[in-house]
């Protein structure tokens, strides 16, 4: 058994999807799919999630041919999570129409013996005690620990999603759970606020508008890229996500400048997914794509 | 009588605002000010307004000790441009209690004989007609021209807005005005439609998110400068636009690396702008305050 480098912990669920550019049903989905293949394409990532006997073969042949390992992909009695949501006029708006937590709802992650050593592990969106509960299945402390969160699990309990943060490397969120977070409209402040909770970068998500790295001494803003056909913006955040911790886990690295880097190549993927409906585009881009937005990026804030 | 070389079509106004931080009555407000305050620091400017014989003259003796060139502000019978407006808990939102347009209201600019063979100009939010009437009575074409506008216009006769783009060289707007311009969410999309129209440019400002510059062949993006403390932002979008007309007016250029430099400029006094009430800061601030903030950027967005 090998260790993967980065570990992934997060759902796996079936996503009924409805754009104004087509519809999807039964589609691979999930925080966790999506990250670990945002991940895959610079380390090799491994999740801990679980899923119902429903779950299609194909979706598991397919993460397997994407060479992410499923050893800590539990699956168990009943339905897998499922998600109906559509879009319509302005993009940027995700509205539910479904959720069901089936299997999720139960989930107890166990992180397999061969992931304990892993050193670069990320916290995807899940109840904070679930998140801390993994971490301390670890070996040994990770050299990086990503954590995300949801305005959920803020509204139902601060002080838990805060032990998270303050046992993490980078506490990633969206601006509107930040605000939340700490009951202000301003993201310099809040970005303040979660390194004084002892993370050692605050790396907040604006959507469209990109994201903000902040460190003790230093701010980073990253812009988004500006997509004219935007086709399916379903799992943006988590592919950011994932393709930043498999780039750090691919750099070996959690310095600044590595981190700034990885925003960059993780606002790349993150834009592909977007253009695409459902994983259709993280399933068939190349590392030759992805370093050509890179370079576009980088035109794109030279001055 | 000296031409200046930024010539600013305005209003100048009456302010009292009221934020968190504290409140001001009778301030010296208006896009005219404000934009001539910040373009003042890289180029002489003069602007084209009307006030009422209720103007104050501490406000015209400021205005001239910044050397504000004043001979196209008519001062008429009858009372100033109002504005009265507050800020709650988001800073972001400016709620307007009461505008009394006063003068303002029969505005017929002339534009003074040594103004008009100035080689920038900014034709600032006012009508469409206005703004076509003061570009008619140049000698010559400017070397460039920069347009805003507003969404009461867009309401009001989106074709003459349009004509007006179609006559600029940089044609700026906000993200929601882009957004009604031409009935899209995706402001990709919006900036290739004011293109099409014409200008070279299309500069879309999204307050704290920054700013886009759309030209033929690029993309340039420009982040807002996270401030922690926003003390009254009345006046950002002005500051921007005047900073941005000065510094390419002092540059004597309007080459696309010339713009992107300016944007950084213009969001440097814009974020010293909102850090002080009213005009406090564009009255205080140095050349050197700016050029600190201007390297601060510039870290901001390396990578």
Known sequence: LIVPKTIILGAVALDNIKTPFGEVKDALGGSAAYASL??????????????????????????????????G?????????????????????????????????EFDPEVPEEY????????????????????????????LVLSDTMDYWI??????????????????????EARMLFD????????????ELNSKYALIKKGEHGSLLFSEN???????????????PTGAGDSFAGALIGYLAQQDSV??????????????????????????NLASITREDIEQRYEAYKKMITF
């Open 38 to 71: 945002a991940a895959s394409f610079f380390s090799e990532a491994g999740i801990v999630a679980v899923v119902g006997k429903d779950f299609p073969q194909k979706h598991i042949d397919f993460l397997k041919k994407k060479k992410i390992d499923l050893n």
């Open 73 to 105: 992909l539990s699956v168990v009695e009943g339905k897998t999570f499922r998600w109906e949501g559509f879009y319509e006029y302005d993009m940027n708006q995700a509205h539910t129409k479904d959720t069901q937590l089936n299997v999720f709802s």
């Open 116 to 143: 304990r050593k892993a050193d670069f592990l990320y916290l995807g969106n899940i109840t904070p005690d679930l998140q801390l509960k993994v971490l301390d299945q670890m070996d040994k402390r990770p050299k």
């Open 155 to 176: 509204k139902e309990d601060k002080g838990k999603v805060k032990e998270v943060i303050d046992r993490v490397d980078i506490a990633l969120m969206n601006d509107g």
């Open 184 to 195: 202000t409209p301003n993201l310099a402040q809040a970005g303040r606020k979660i390194l």
């Open 218 to 232: 230093s701010i980073f803003a990253a812009p988004g890229y500006p997509l004219e056909t935007v086709v399916d």
């Open 255 to 280: 310095s600044e400048n590595v981190v700034r880097r990885g925003m960059i190549y993780a606002s790349s993927i993150a834009s592909f997914n977007a253009e695409g409906f459902s994983i259709q």
